[in-house]
């Protein structure tokens, strides 16, 4: 089964900072990657997805995630923080046979100003 | 759209109650997911569904725990009896198999569950 590990529970950046959230996961054949966030007492909301095609994959909110084979790395960027990103952000990963999520552990990201 | 509608958004009942959460999928999505979010768990799936069969329940805990999917609109997941280490927020999430989306999850809202 496919698993996500994502580095760093917490992570702290000043308004303006890149934001770089680490995911891997383990599969030797490259699965479907994905990005969600989390606001307080809201639900996921997907930031952006890889299935096939180009690795750099672009998504909402400036927010932007290079695909590695290599280092089976997925790894979430943005290269100047707002505050409006401090949530908790989350990397998932889905099998080609299977439709469900595993997701990572999460990680909070804080802004400060 | 409205989105992925789930009801009640949250619900305290004392353990030994029977507890059921709901969830309005998003329409036309054949697929529906059940996930729970703890701090010690994370966010795991229970159960999902496709075309209102059970696929994968494997992710239930236990059995006290049951979902259905009487239609393509509507399911519940229950709880009976519950008890405190039920207590997590739980998410329902549907996805199409086809069109633009074709892969994407969308999330309710989640119940916050409190057994006491």
């Known amino acids: 089964a496919q698993s996500v590990t994502q580095l760093g529970s917490h992570v702290s950046v000043s308004e303006g900072a890149l934001v770089l959230l680490r995911c891997n996961y383990s599969?030797?054949?490259?699965?479907?990657l994905f990005w969600y966030v989390q606001y307080p007492n809201q639900g996921l909301q997907l930031l952006l997805k890889y299935t096939t095609g180009a690795t750099l994959v672009k998504g909402i909110n400036g927010f932007e995630a290079e695909f590695k084979k290599s280092e089976t790395s997925f790894h979430l960027t943005k290269p100047s923080a707002h505050m409006s990103d401090a949530a908790e952000y989350f990397c998932a990963v889905r099998d080609t046979g299977r439709r469900a999520l595993t997701f990572g552990s999460g990680t909070r990201l804080q802004v400060q100003p | 759209d409205a989105g992925v509608i789930q009801s009640p958004r949250h619900e305290v009942t004392e353990m030994g109650q029977e507890v059921t959460l709901r969830c309005k999928p998003i329409s036309g999505h054949d697929y529906l997911f059940w996930y729970r979010q703890t701090m010690m768990r994370g966010l795991e799936l229970l159960i999902y569904?496709?075309?209102?069969?059970?696929?994968?329940d494997s992710g239930m805990p236990e059995d006290r725990f049951s979902a259905k999917m009487p239609n393509a609109s509507f399911s519940t997941l229950k709880i009976q009896p519950s008890e405190p280490r039920d207590s997590a927020v739980y998410f329902c999430a549907s996805s199409s198999s086809s069109g633009g989306t074709y892969n994407e999850q969308f999330f309710g809202p989640g119940t916050r569950l409190t057994v006491l």
């Open positions: 569904f496709n075309n209102n069969v059970p696929i994968d």
């Open positions: 599969s030797s054949v490259p699965p479907y």
